[in-house]
Every structure is written in C-alpha cells, then in structure tokens.
C-alpha cells in the first residue's frame, strides 16, 4: 500500500500550479474590460459631442473622424495584445492540467511514466526555489533546459521581485498599483497591505516635515481606511507631534526603517496566498517531508549509523534534520549495520552471542571472505559462522521478542526503523 501511487494525494499538494495562472488570466480580463469601457465611452462621448456641435465645419469634422479613428486603433491593438496575453495564459493553464492528467492512471512509483513526471516535478520545484530567492535569471536558464517554461511561474515572480525592489528603495508606488489591481481579492482575504502601504507614505511626509501635503494626504487617503486599524491609526496621528529623532514609544517604532522590511514581508505574503503559493519554497518543503519521514534516533548514535541512510551522515543532511520530528512508524523494521539492507524471510537475522544482530546474507559474504569466520563490527568478537548458524536465528516470533525487549532496546545496534 505504501508503494502505491495515489494522484489524488498528489494533485491536492499543486494548489498553486493551477491557481497561479488562472489568477493572471482573471487579472488580465479584468484589466481589459475596464480598459474598454473606458475607450468605449469616451468614444461615444466624442461622437456624441460632433452631432450636437451645429456650428461644425467640415474640416473641423475630418479631424475628429481622424481623431476617433486613431482612438478605435489604438484600441484595437491593445485587444490584440491583451487577446494574445489571455491566450498564453489559456495555455499554460491546459498544458498544466495535461502534467497532472499523466499521473492518473500510474499505480506504481517505479513506473516509467512517474519517474519521468516526477523529474519534470523535480525541476519545476528547484525553479520555484530560485526565483524565491531573487535568482530569476538562474531559474530562467533551468526552465528552459529543462522545458518547462509553461510549467513555472517566471513572470509572476519577476512582477514581485520588481515590486520588492521598489519597496526596499523607499517607494511604496509600485506596491500600492498591485494592491489596486487586486483590490478586490485582498479585501476578501482582509488584508491590511494597502493600510500600512498608505500609512508608510504618510510617516515619510511627516519624516520630511511637509506637513502641507501630510494632512491633505491623511485625509484622502487614510481617513477612509481608519476602521482597519483604529489604534494604529491615532498614533499615526500622533506623528504630527514628534520629530523622526523621538525616542518616546510607540512613535519611534513607526520612524524605524525596518518597516520598510515588514511591508515587503506583508507584501510577500499576500502576494502568494493571492495565488495558493506555499510561504516556503516547495524544495524546503518537500525536503523536511522526506528527511523527517527518515529520521530515527539511531541516526544520531554512532555505532547504529546506517550506511544507506542520508541522515546518519551527519555533516549534510543529518544535520539538516536535527531540528526535525522523527518519523513515526507503527511497525519496526530491523536493518543490518553490514549491508544496510532489511532483515526479513529473504534475508533472516542472525543474533550472535554477545547480543547484536545482523543479516544471514551479510555474514554468509563475510565468512566466505575470512575462511568461516565472521567478526563483529562493533565489538571485534569473531565466532565460525557454522557454530551459530543453526542456533542464532531468529524465527518471526523471536524477531518480535527483539525488537520490543526493554533489555535489547538498551543492546542493540542495528539501525531500527
């Protein structure tokens, strides 16, 4: 059951690969029927006003025709580009649903099919990773080595990246025009991004003492957006009172810089749950899943280190996962410190007389090596492998006895998962 592939499970962890797209689209629809309501009307406003005009001559007419007809086509190039930006849109999102559509029918991991998706997952979770962390031209290199272009939202990150440059240069315009663009979808989330943005921009007038355009600007701006946060709101007022260099509270605090990093911090996260995206990478995610689901306290004893275990090896992953969970595991499976390999049927375990165990294959390699003896790896003890063949098995009863003795738990040095 645990080999089986269950899609369902999967597709519920791609929120954001379906999400990211269709929420541009949505935007750029939007964006083009005000656009067109906009011309639309204020073409009609203009044709209006020339049948009313009595007193028009003809050339006067000519030149607003001419007018009218340099509108109409500006109008129309810009559909075609807003039609041509929809359809790209349209087809990342068809091509998306095809990926997930690859896996519906796969039951097992070691199918071709899903060791290939899985691959192209792979790449598209690194990408995800760079352009997290501002590498967009890095990600850009590996998206289209791997062509996976359609499968990354590179746009959608350079559009931020852009935004957080601009936050980070003291500028709250380009954030303020995102938030405008989304006004609706953030109010739903009750976001207070626009609160702060607008709340920012007034503590810098008040920070350069232009309080001509401070109180205009609090009044237009911020008045309206009091309920959002009425407290946070009087002291902002409060400003008004105290210089940048005050060091009464709380009106230091809201002079200090590092808001700056706050809102691109707000910013951030907003702007990816806006779009399903997770708070952390899919790499970082993905990786402590992995390692946690390994992690046993053996791996951190020496002596029960597993060769084939990635968290035993602790100068890289092992230390990457100190501060992890251990995994959880029902039932115990006893792995041999020789080969790393599980102990079952196929391969029983062999207890020797100083109480460790390791597989019947790994000793039988052993012995026919060292003339039918076997050392011990942990203690030096070598015994003849034909002395305690036949008396050190353990059958499936036994095995269980093992594993749950209180006694053994303290003795044993195999790498138990």
């Known amino acids: ?225 009091e309920p959002t946060d009425a407290k946070k709101f009087s002291q902002v007022m409060g400003l008004f009172a105290f210089k940048s260099n005050t060091t009464c509270l709380p009106y230091k605090d809201l002079y200090d810089p590092k808001r700056w990093l706050e809102l691109i911090d707000q910013f951030r996260a907003d702007n990816y749950s806006l779009c399903s995206l997770t708070s952390h990478p899919l790499l970082s995610i993905t990786l402590q899943a992995g390692l946690s689901a390994l992690k046993t306290p053996q791996c951190y004893e020496h002596e029960n280190q597993n060769v084939n275990c990635p968290i035993c090896d602790n100068t890289t992953l092992g230390s990457l996962a100190e501060k992890l969970p251990l995994s959880h595991h029902v039932n115990s499976t006893i792995v041999c410190r020789i080969s790393g390999k599980i102990m079952n049927e196929d391969n029983q375990p062999m207890l020797l007389p100083n109480g460790r165990v390791y597989s019947l294959n790994a000793l039988q390699e052993m012995a026919a090596k060292s003339g039918g003896k076997i050392t011990c790896p942990r203690t030096g003890d070598v015994y003849q492998l034909d002395e305690i063949k036949n008396q050190s098995r353990l059958n499936p009863i036994n095995v269980i006895i093992y594993t749950t003795s209180k006694y053994i738990k303290k003795i044993i040095k195999s790498h138990v998962r």
């Open 1 to 225: 059951v645990m080999n089986t592939i269950k899609p369902d499970q999967i597709i519920e962890l791609e929120p954001s690969l379906i999400k990211v797209p269709y929420e541009q689209l949505r935007k750029s629809f939007r964006s083009q029927h005000r656009y067109l309501e906009k011309e639309l009307a204020s073409i009609h406003d203009k044709i209006e006003r020339c049948v009313r005009d009595t007193s028009i001559t003809p050339e006067k007419a000519s030149l607003k025709v001419d007018e009218l007809l340099k509108q109409v086509e500006k109008l129309t190039d810009k559909l075609q580009k807003t039609r041509e930006e929809e359809l790209g849109h349209s087809d990342r999102i068809e091509k998306r649903i095809q990926n997930l559509r690859e896996i519906e029918n796969i039951t097992s991991p070691k199918a071709p099919e899903f060791i290939a998706w899985s691959k192209t997952r792979l790449d598209r979770v690194i990408v995800d990773y760079l352009l997290r962390e501002g590498m967009t031209a890095t990600a850009s290199t590996v998206a289209a080595e791997g062509g996976i272009e359609d499968m990354v939202d590179i746009q959608l990150f350079a559009q931020s990246e852009k935004i957080e440059e601009s936050l980070r240069n003291h500028s709250c315009k380009e954030c303020l025009a995102w938030c405008s663009e989304n006004k609706s979808s953030l109010r739903k989330m009750k976001s207070t991004l626009e609160f702060n943005l607008r709340i920012q921009e007034l503590i810098e007038l008040i920070r350069a003492e232009n309080t001509l355009e401070a109180i205009p600007y609090a009044r237009k701006y911020l008045a309206p957006l």
